[in-house]
């Protein structure tokens, strides 16, 4: 008997989260996504009305440990076969490391690369021996392909988030799942802009290729939509 897949994607309210559990709802998977606020009224809510069923909403906040810890406590006992953290926050890309807050520098930190792994942390344990576990980097973060600047913070952030996961995957040799750190393309959301090349439409289905691509494959790679390795 055909048994359906599970999908949690983190942080799907909107953009490349929403699209990614659209696009996983196309290939006929169950999604539980998350939303950061509970008020009701996010496109995730609106495509849970046309999907049959098939999409559950739950409430996370990734900065708040205990919120991620309530998340695992409810989700105990279901059986996913991809865990998606996609939730992230960009700021100025102007803006010089040194000219930034500390409590922005924080902010853009915490958020991107040390939240994702401490969801990862929390959820891995739901995660089919045979499952897939990704987070959503950033061609930014790739040290290597700095060559032009700018996005200081933020880059600093997906590439930090980048490390900690080449971290998490080292100490746990012998772990099953296959792992992903993705770069989705510069898309058009509201973090995006209007300006980018890639629409989600494009994007999305690219990603999803590329996790299924290497399904069964123990380890971690940073791949881009286009299923093409990048350089940390
Ligand atoms: P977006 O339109 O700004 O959406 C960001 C998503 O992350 C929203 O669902 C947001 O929830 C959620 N989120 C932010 N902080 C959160 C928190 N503390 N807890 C839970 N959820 C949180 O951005 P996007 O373009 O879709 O980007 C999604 C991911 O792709 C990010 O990690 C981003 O860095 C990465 N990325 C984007 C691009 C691009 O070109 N768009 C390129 C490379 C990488 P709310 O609705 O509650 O704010």
Known sequence: MKTTSTALIVGASRGLGWGLAREYLRRGWRVIGTVRDGGGDTPLHRLRAEAGGALEIEQVDITRPEAVARLATRLDGRRLDLLFVNAGVSNDPAAPAG???TDEFNRVMVT?????????????????????IAVMSSELGSVALNDDGGWEVYRASKAALNTLMRSLVARRAGDTRTHYVVAPGWVRTDMGGADAPLDIETSMPGVADAIEFRRGTPGLVYVNYRNEILPW
Request: proline letters at 12%.
């Open 99 to 101: 000219a930034v807050s």
């Open 112 to 132: 991107n690369a040390l939240s994702p792994v401490r969801v990862v942390e929390a959820l891995a344990p739901l995660v089919a021996p045979d499952g897939r």
